[in-house]
């Protein structure tokens, strides 16, 4: 969908909105919760910033003293990659589009919470949660969904997401809202679907006499070896993504999943994209998709290292590479949203809320606090 054609969907979405506000009823939020990135190359540094400040995603020794440090060091190698990308990440768009889209969808599938309306609360990017917050106010919202926009559930994500609402509920008022969860849907049919599609149009590019024989290898952000032995359940949910797609395209190619993305010297879940790639050409292997498996919107990890660094590195070694598109704009997609926002709106209303089951269970070796406050804040408890 073009910019263009969004900005116009937008605005009618926001005309119907400005309708049923001034008709008196509050809008039933949807916030969708993201790391974000930089709209535009000079926010670079904010966001790195903000995002080693962070140690439910990167832990690290005197985290305050340290984090500005490396995050002022590493600035002008991240620009440079925000600027080979054309100049800044495209999250914020996706989100928007997907959130406009799903809350639309939303009005129709479930009216008895109408009219809803997506909000955006990115953790390390514009719009930050306190920028959110203000606007949920503004409008009057008295209910809202956390809806967690990484499919799969991770301390480091979605967590720390969750972790920073609890910890600005008092300052931006946002506790006198009412709030349930979506924390994780890694295995939704529509989700599924939605990268099976894309699969299928990227193994479409080989030719059918040996499309059989091309190797999926789906790619997910890794994770520090100290976070996966806390007892973190990413890996397990991101395993089970790619169990759900292979099956739904019948097992029709082989298949490996490999992670990319670490940083720093410490020990990371691999093995590494780009090593999975060097080692496939090794084995003769001619013919390669790649599958980014745990993230809602093409950003820099799948723009940069996936299409410039290990697609070029592996064509050098002799593999045709193409990366399976990343959901976008995907209408499947888009439809998946409101479902799983559907679901959960009948689940609450069945007494099955306020928070996901899932979330009861701490990782066995957490230490902090927050973790278990949070989840009683959500269910209502821990006010
Ligand atoms: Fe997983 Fe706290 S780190 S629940």
């Given at each position: 969908m073009?910019?263009?054609?969004?900005s116009?969907?937008?605005?009618?979405?926001?005309?119907?909105?400005a309708?049923?506000h001034?008709?008196?009823?509050?809008?039933?939020?949807?916030v969708?919760?993201?790391?974000g990135?930089?709209?535009t190359?000079?926010?670079?540094?904010?966001f790195?910033?903000?995002l080693?400040?962070?140690?439910?995603?990167?832990?690290?020794?005197?985290?305050?003293?340290?984090?500005?440090?490396?995050?002022?060091?590493?600035?002008?190698?991240?620009?440079?990659?925000y600027?080979?990308?054309?100049?800044?990440?495209p999250?914020?768009?996706?989100?928007?589009l997907?959130?406009?889209?799903?809350?639309?969808l939303?009005d129709?599938?479930h009216?008895?919470?109408?009219?809803?309306k997506?909000?955006?609360?990115?953790?390390?990017?514009?719009?930050l949660?306190?920028?959110?917050?203000?606007q949920?106010?503004e409008d009057?919202?008295?209910?809202a969904?956390a809806f967690?926009?990484?499919p799969q559930?991770?301390?480091?994500?979605?967590?720390s997401?969750?972790?920073?609402?609890?910890?600005?509920?008092?300052?931006?008022?946002?506790?006198?809202?009412?709030?349930?969860?979506?924390?994780?849907?890694?295995?939704?049919?529509?989700f599924?679907?939605?990268?099976?599609q894309?699969?299928?149009?990227?193994?479409?590019?080989?030719?059918?006499e040996?499309?059989?024989?091309?190797?999926?290898?789906?790619?997910?952000?890794?994770?520090?070896?100290?976070?996966?032995?806390?007892?973190?359940?990413?890996?397990?949910e991101?395993s089970a993504?790619v169990?759900?797609?292979?099956?739904?395209?019948?097992?029709?190619?082989?298949?490996?999943?490999v992670?990319?993305?670490q940083?720093?010297?410490s020990?990371?879940?691999?093995m590494?994209t780009?090593?999975?790639?060097?080692g496939?050409?090794?084995?003769?292997?001619?013919q390669?998709?790649?599958?980014?498996?745990?993230f809602t919107?093409d950003h820099?990890e799948?723009?940069?290292?996936?299409?410039?660094?290990?697609?070029?590195?592996?064509?050098?070694?002799?593999?045709?590479?193409?990366?399976?598109?990343?959901?976008?704009?995907?209408?499947?997609?888009?439809?998946?949203?409101a479902?799983?926002a559907?679901?959960h709106l009948?689940?609450?209303?069945?007494?099955k809320?306020?928070?996901?089951?899932?979330m009861s269970?701490?990782?066995?070796?957490?230490?902090?606090?927050?973790?278990?406050?949070q989840?009683a804040w959500?269910?209502?408890?821990?006010?």
């Open positions: 073009s910019l263009l054609r969004t116009v969907v937008s605005r009618a979405l926001s005309r119907s909105y309708t049923a001034a008709a008196g009823k509050s809008p039933t939020a949807v969708m919760l993201n790391m990135g930089p709209s190359v000079a926010e670079t540094h904010d790195l910033l903000n080693f400040m962070d140690g439910d995603l990167i832990p690290l020794p005197f985290q305050r003293f340290l984090a500005p440090v490396i995050a002022r060091r590493r600035t002008p190698q991240i620009e440079k990659q600027t080979d990308i054309g100049g800044g990440s999250i914020l768009h996706y989100t928007q997907q959130g406009d889209g799903m809350a639309k939303l129709e599938l009216p008895e919470t109408a009219p809803h997506a909000y955006v609360a990115f953790r390390y990017a514009r719009p949660t306190e920028v959110t917050a203000r949920m106010k009057g919202v008295k209910r969904i967690t926009q990484y559930y991770s301390c480091s994500t979605t967590g997401s969750l972790n920073e609402l609890f910890r600005k509920r008092k300052s931006t008022e946002l506790d006198t809202i009412e709030w349930s969860v979506i924390d994780r849907w890694g295995t939704h049919p529509g599924i679907e939605a990268v099976a894309n699969i299928e149009a990227a193994l479409a590019k080989f030719p059918a040996t499309r059989s024989e091309t190797v999926l290898l789906f790619s997910a952000h890794s994770l520090p070896m100290s976070v996966v032995n806390r007892g973190d359940p990413y890996i397990l991101v993504s169990n759900a797609v292979m099956q739904r395209l019948g097992n029709s190619n082989p298949f490996r999943l992670w990319q993305s940083v720093g010297p020990a990371w879940m691999g590494q780009g090593e999975a790639l060097k496939l050409a090794r084995l003769g292997k001619k390669v998709v790649l599958v980014p498996i745990a919107s820099i799948t723009l940069y290292e996936l299409d410039l660094e290990y697609t070029k590195e592996a064509e050098e070694l002799g593999v045709e590479v193409h990366r399976a598109a990343s959901l976008n704009d995907s209408p499947v997609f888009i439809r998946a949203l479902d799983i559907t679901e009948r689940d609450c209303k069945a007494g809320g306020p928070t996901s089951i899932q269970l701490r990782c066995p070796g957490c230490t902090n606090a927050t973790c278990g406050q989840k959500f269910a209502g408890s821990g006010r």
